[in-house]
Structure formats: structure tokens, C-alpha cells
């Protein structure tokens, strides 16, 4: 139920009707007896700068922001965190007073995800696959934890891109990319503890394909995670279970980034929990719609 003094949220990006964030968000209000709501917010490219200040006109509390608006929406607002320039993306607004602070909880979600699983990055070095949006989070918070991280991409321009920007962000001393001819096959895996992908290979509704060379074994002491969480078992994970890695599904960082966000507008401790229940709820929801469709 929503009344008058309903606070509001929403999800802004295009398109945004397969997000799992407005029931991950609306389950952990009702818990918690919140008069507030989340509702996605269709915006099409071209239309950023306007639904950005309208978030102020329409007494929003705050916004998700997801593909392809986390870079366009950084011009509109008021305030932008390190964290957030550093990543070059924003994926958080706050609503504060009339002003829009932009934030990123997309890497500090994925390494509180790491830990919930009981992996520890620090100290560690891990071999990210990609060097888009998601891995720019990914490698830089890893390497704000002191972990080292070699970037291996399709395109090894954009993995070289990508060093060289955290490198300026001085972190030049923990990052490595991996030379254009290199193959995975080529590198020494001993070196590494964690295997992170990245790229969207392997995602619903592609699930037969993996970033990981199916010629070669995961070393079995490795931890892979995929960012990928639709479906929950990639086949990038089944090859890391078939020789005893431990294998987690992007599920948590999901979960992880929507509960720093709603603790940020709410300044409540988030239930963590149920938030993640409802994400598997709309997961399985979503794959009997596609068995019912099929
Ligand atoms: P996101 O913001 O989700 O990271 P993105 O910026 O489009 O999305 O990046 C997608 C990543 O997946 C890139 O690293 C991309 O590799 P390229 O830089 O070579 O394009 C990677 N990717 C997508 N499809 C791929 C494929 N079929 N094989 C290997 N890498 C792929």
C-alpha cells in the first residue's frame, strides 16, 4: 500500500523490467513496516539529465542506477563520492536535502559478497576476466582491499585501459594486464587464489557458454566467482565444482549492493536476509516463466 506520505525509491536505467531490485527492495521495506517504495523507472537514453532532476521535483529518496545510465547520470548530480569518480561509474543516488549525491556500492557489494562467502581478498591476487563496467568495480575494490589483480580481456586494449586507470588512481603496483596474445592457457594459474568473471559471457539467456577454456581444468584450490547470477549455476561454475574449486554465483553481490544502498537511504541495518530470499524468489520465478514459456 502506498498513501500520501509513502517515501519513494526507484531503479533507472533501460530497460528495467527484468530487475529483481524493486523485489529485493519492496520485500526488505514491508519487513522492516517502512512506508516506503521501489519502483523501476524506465528512461530512455536521451531522457538522463531530465529523470535525474526529477528525482528532486517528484521528493524521491533515492535511485538505483543501472545499465547503460551509470556513467550519464554523473554529470546531473551534485556530488559524486572517490569511490564512486574512481570507479567512473555511479550506480547509487542519495537525495539529501535537495542535493544528489552519487555513489557505488556495485564493489564494496561484491567484496562484502567475497566475505559472506568466507573468502578473504586481501592479501590475495585474483584474475579478473573483462574490462567493462563491472570489472572496473570489481578490480578496483579488490585492489582497494590490498589484493592484486591481473585483468584478462577479449579486447586486451580495454584490459590495458583499464590498468592504466587504476593505475593513476595509484594503485599501479597491484594491477597487471595480460598482453594481447596471451591466452589463458598461457599464464601461470598457480599465482592465483580467485577467478572473477567479469563479462557476460555465460548469462541468461546464453547459459551454454563459459569465459573459462573448457580444454582446461579450474585448479582446484581456486575460488570463482561469477558475476553472472542469472542462471544461478553458470557453466563457468559447474567447471569450477568438477575439480573441487568453490564456485559462488553473483546472487550475493546483487543482494550485498541493493543492502549498502537501502542501509544509505533508509540509514537502517538492512535485512539482509530476506532481501536475498527475495532475489531467489524472483530468480526461480523467472525460470519457471521461462520453462512455463518453453
Ligand atoms: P558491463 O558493464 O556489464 O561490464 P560491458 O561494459 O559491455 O558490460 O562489458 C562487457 C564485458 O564482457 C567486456 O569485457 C567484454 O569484452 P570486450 O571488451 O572484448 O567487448 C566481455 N564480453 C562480452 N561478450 C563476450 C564474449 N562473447 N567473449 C568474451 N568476452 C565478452
New binding site residues.
Given amino acids: 500500500m502506498t498513501d500520501g506520505k509513502t517515501q519513494l525509491t526507484g531503479l533507472i536505467g533501460w530497460p528495467v523490467e527484468h530487475s529483481f531490485s524493486p523485489a529485493m527492495h519492496n520485500s526488505a521495506f514491508d519487513a522492516l513496516g517502512l512506508n516506503w517504495y521501489y519502483v523501476p523507472l524506465p528512461v530512455r537514453p536521451g531522457q538522463v539529465a531530465a529523470a535525474v532532476k526529477g528525482l528532486v521535483a517528484l521528493g524521491f529518496r533515492g535511485a538505483n542506477v543501472t545499465?547503460p545510465h551509470k556513467q550519464a547520470v554523473m554529470p546531473h548530480l551534485d556530488e559524486i563520492t572517490d569511490t564512486a569518480r574512481a570507479i567512473g561509474a555511479v550506480n547509487t543516488i542519495v537525495v539529501e536535502r535537495g542535493r544528489l549525491i552519487g555513489h557505488n556500492t556495485d564493489g564494496s557489494g561484491f567484496i562484502a559478497a567475497l566475505r559472506d562467502e568466507g573468502f578473504e581478498p586481501s592479501g590475495k591476487h585474483a584474475l579478473v576476466l573483462?574490462?567493462?563496467?563491472?570489472?572496473r568495480a570489481i578490480t578496483y575494490s579488490l585492489a582497494k582491499t590490498e589484493c592484486a589483480v591481473t585483468i584478462h580481456?577479449?579486447?586486451a586494449d580495454?584490459a590495458k585501459e583499464l590498468a592504466q586507470h587504476l593505475e593513476s588512481s595509484g594503485m599501479g603496483a597491484l594491477v597487471a594486464w595480460v598482453q594481447p596474445a596471451s591466452r589463458l592457457s598461457d599464464l601461470d594459474l598457480g599465482q592465483f587464489d580467485l577467478l572473477v568473471n567479469?563479462?557476460?559471457?555465460g548469462m541468461w539467456p546464453h547459459t551454454d557458454v563459459s569465459?573459462w577454456p573448457g580444454t582446461l581444468s579450474v585448479p582446484s584450490g581456486w575460488t570463482v566467482y561469477d558475476l553472472v547470477f542469472n542462471p544461478a549455476e553458470t557453466l563457468l561454475l559447474a567447471q569450477a565444482r568438477a575439480t573441487g574449486a568453490a564456485a559462488i554465483s553473483g546472487l550475493g553481490m546483487l543482494v550485498r549492493q541493493g543492502s549498502i544502498a537501502f542501509e544509505m537511504w533508509t540509514s537502517k541495518p538492512p535485512p539482509v536476509d530476506l532481501m536475498r530470499s527475495a532475489c531467489e524468489q524472483a530468480l526461480s520465478g523467472h525460470q519457471k516463466n521461462l520453462t512455463k514459456a518453453g
Fill in positions: 545499465v573483462g574490462a567493462g563496467g563491472a570489472a580481456n577479449r579486447t580495454r567479469a563479462t557476460s559471457v569465459p
